[in-house]
């Protein structure tokens, strides 16, 4: 069993700077590839960035290349999200997700709020 805990959402101005933080509860964190998602409302759920289980990012969205920051750090067991420059459209709920690797095991967090508005 797995628990993901998200935090740092949150209200942010056009342009400001947030960073995610994403807790993973087990000692196998390594084995684990690492993405943080997203959904807007009315939107469906879509992948924001992806970190593989040795530190190497295996993808960002378009929409976010350039701006967000993907990182982990294995002693902390944490996964983080830097989000720079925010857009309005950045708005929504941002899920971190855990896949082990070789496995169809996954877990979701709960999610965490930002909201981008002047």
């Known amino acids: 069993q797995v628990q993901l805990e998200e935090s740092g959402g949150g209200l942010v101005r056009p342009g400001g700077s947030l960073r995610l933080s994403c807790s993973f509860s087990a000692f196998t964190f390594s084995n684990y590839v690492m993405s943080w998602y997203r959904q807007a409302p009315g939107k469906e759920r879509e992948l924001v960035a992806q970190i593989g289980t040795g530190g190497d990012v295996i993808k960002y969205a378009d929409s976010v290349r350039g701006r967000f920051t993907i990182s982990r750090d294995y002693a902390q067991r944490t996964t983080y999200l830097q989000m720079d420059n925010l857009k309005p459209e950045d708005t929504a709920v941002y899920y971190c997700?855990?896949?082990?690797?070789?496995?169809?095991?996954?877990?979701w967090g709960e999610g965490t709020l930002v909201t981008v508005s002047s």
């Open positions: 997700h855990a896949k082990r690797r070789f496995s169809s095991s996954d877990w």
